[in-house]
Nanobody
Framework: EVQLVESGGGMVQPGGSLRLSCTASGFTFSSFDMSWVRQAPGQQRELVATVTPPGLGSRTDYASSVKGRFTISRDNAKNTLYLLLSSLKPEDTAVYYC??????????????WGQGTQVTVSS
């Protein structure tokens, strides 16, 4: 059964840090590009960061809004994707999701998303 389980979110003050985790199951994690996306209230989903499979060098890419502050990484032995968020700003407040990239997992004809993890940046 395909599953994505995000965790690690919380409330943090501006300038703070968090590490998000995404544990994947039901597919060959190490074969796929993976991504973190976020969705703020009333906004469309925004692609935050991507990482290629180890066979392609685990290359990373970031949205301009987070470059230099966020770091994506993967542990293929644990089927886990990470996102280290630092120098957080109130505008980083959103629900954060992981998924395959560039197209999300499809299940029964629909895009599959995990439950996400809420990040709130506020003083």
């Amino acid at each position: 059964e395909v599953q994505l389980v995000e965790s690690g979110g919380g409330m943090v003050q501006p300038g703070g840090s968090l590490r998000l985790s995404c544990t994947a199951s039901g597919f060959t994690f190490s074969s796929f590009d993976m991504s973190w996306v976020r969705q703020a209230p009333g906004q469309q989903r925004e692609l935050v960061a991507t990482v290629t499979p180890p066979g392609l060098g685990s290359r990373t890419d970031y949205a301009s809004s987070v470059k230099g502050r966020f770091t994506i990484s993967r542990d293929n032995a644990k089927n886990t994707l990470y996102l280290l968020l630092s120098s957080l700003k109130p505008e980083d407040t959103a629900v954060y999701y992981c998924n395959r990239d560039p197209r999300p997992i499809r299940l029964n004809g629909n895009d599959y998303w995990g439950q996400g993890t809420q990040v709130t940046v506020s003083s």
